[in-house]
């Protein structure tokens, strides 16, 4: 066998196994965890190949690889002196991990577009088996949920089994929209056929709905949208808006926080207390975060270490108005990605962040080789960054995996040269 078949299937398994990981994430996250491992594998055999620290020299004096660079760097301070180091640097590896894969996702497919091909058409007919299969739990006959209780070697909860995957669709929803428009023939009706499945799986005949999948969802759609409108406009009034929307994004959030319940306070005077909205627990999780913010402004109590203090652990017994309930300060996490970047890495490493963020979307927008898939890209960026306000930890490792992929094969695309040009 010749070495340039030798490569052409190692492309195309490469791409195959993270085309499937996402939907596979249902049968077990050790099942998306291997699809993506394998894939790992070819992709770092094909960087050493290529000498892909080549590409990475100029990355990394860019201004977003300069911004990435320092904010990675405030994150090791931080995680170095966390309260839980071990834990900190362990969560630091594998985020540092996923935006290498992202990174080099992005590099090895846009070299080899046939490659996202086979990872969208992948994608498309695992979303479909997986989300046939739920919906045929949720609307036809709820015994179904028995196959994946054999596959898993347990019992499942009916009401919450699939709400992680249903965030996780919300994500591919503008990815798998930009290739139906793409694809062509069958394969474009399959693809558009994966976004009315997504509602279903999301809605979940209306058992338990995820707000912050129902979210990612739409601004996955809208956020593109007003994008589009925001670069026809001229520069100046482009940067007007964006500086003006997060000043007041700031200040509006910091007038929030300070307008939470702190402590002290009597539990089970919560509701007199208490802002109209969100929910009653969330505000005491976010009004204690603030406290623990104005404690360590600087670098924080380390990455996601924010749970495992004492004080996070200290239990309150609260009125929730239709219950009164014990619950520890931080059950699991802070239920916000902004608050937990922000707690457990400082001021600084949140601004890092952010100004990452940033960077790389305006780099989309403004980038001409991307076509229409900037669109899909942004979309990507807007379901995951918005549904996470209210959705799993920032480090959740599967949650990470799912944007990684996703975005590195949306900046991937590229349109095709004019011969000649």
Known sequence: MNLPTVSARLSSLQAAFLGISIPFFVIGRSVMAVAIALSALILLYRFVQERGWQHWRSLVVSPHGLVLSAMLLWWLISSVVAYDPKNALGA???????????????????????????????????????????????????????LLEALRGKELSFIRVFKPYASLVACTMPLLFWWGLRDRGAWRWLSLTTLPVAVLVIYYNGVEISRAAVIGALVGFVGPAACWLLVKLPGILQRTIVVAGFSAVSIGGLLFLQALPHMPFDGMRLPEIALPFPDLHRQVIWGFIYDLVVANPLLGVGIDCSNLLPSARAEITLNLVKKVETVQFIGSHPHNWVLEVLVETGVPGLVGAVAALVLLTRGILYDPRLGQARWAAVGVIFAFWISSLANFSIWTSWWQAGFAVLIGVALASRVPEKAGG
């Open 92 to 146: 630091l590896a594998h985020s540092a991990g996923y935006i290498f894969l992202a990174a080099e996702v992005a590099r090895q497919f846009a070299s080899r577009q046939e490659m996202i091909g086979i990872f969208m058409r992948s994608l498309t007919v695992s979303a479909l088996v997986i989300g046939g299969y739920i919906v045929a739990v949720a609307y036809v006959n709820p015994d179904f949920l028995g």
